[in-house]
């Protein structure tokens, strides 16, 4: 006899908790992290699965645009848990880059093919205080390792998973959502109305 509460990963698959594993890329200290004083590193790699773009509030920031990024991370990464489903936030500059990073790679293929590695760049804001911002890099896949996680991440989309936070975005809307020219502060009473 054996005791099951909450089960076991399955082994050669994609594992999508009940909530995705939260990562967060965090710019103030250029660390990735888990809570407020548990950093893992300055980079890491992985592989994209899925993004949603948002405007709203997450944390200390109001009102903004986020892109919210679901992925698994690459077998190179040993501080997240393997084949498990991810989910971070980034925003401002870290978007920005994103989104051109994206853009040149489509030229040559499907981005999502290959591995993402972020790390962080450092710059200074008007007020010559320091933060960081996430930096995109992209290679393609090269050991068997990384093929095969590439078959299971395909196998596990064809599932086609429900890919969601809601604790993440509770103060979030899709931009889909948003009106044209509608500015962000007046969302809140267009939804109550």
């Not at 509030?57 to 009102?63: A, D, E, I, Q, V």
């Amino acid at each position: 006899m054996s005791l099951t509460v909450f089960g076991t990963k399955p082994k050669d698959s994609i594992f999508l908790p009940l909530q995705p594993f939260g990562v967060r890329f965090n710019c103030q200290v250029g660390q990735i992290a888990i809570s407020d004083d548990e950093f893992l590193g300055t980079s890491m790699e992985m592989s994209i699965i899925g993004v949603n773009r948002l405007v709203g509030s997450l944390g200390k920031t109001r009102n903004a645009d986020w892109l919210q990024i679901f992925y698994i991370a690459a077998p190179s990464c040993k501080f997240l848990p393997s084949n498990t489903v991810c989910v971070s936030y980034i925003k401002t500059r870290s978007l920005s880059q994103f989104t051109q990073k994206i853009t040149q790679l489509m030229e040559f293929g499907e981005p999502a093919e290959g591995i993402f590695q972020i790390s962080f760049l450092s710059h200074q804001n008007g007020d010559g205080n320091p933060y960081k911002s996430v930096k995109f890099d992209w290679r393609a896949r090269k050991d068997a390792a990384e093929k095969k996680q590439l078959q299971e991440i395909i196998g596990f989309m064809q599932t086609s998973p429900i890919l969601g936070d809601e604790n993440g975005t509770r103060e979030m809307f899709p931009v889909s959502d948003r009106k044209e020219n509608e500015p962000v502060s007046d969302r809140k009473e267009l939804e109550a109305a």
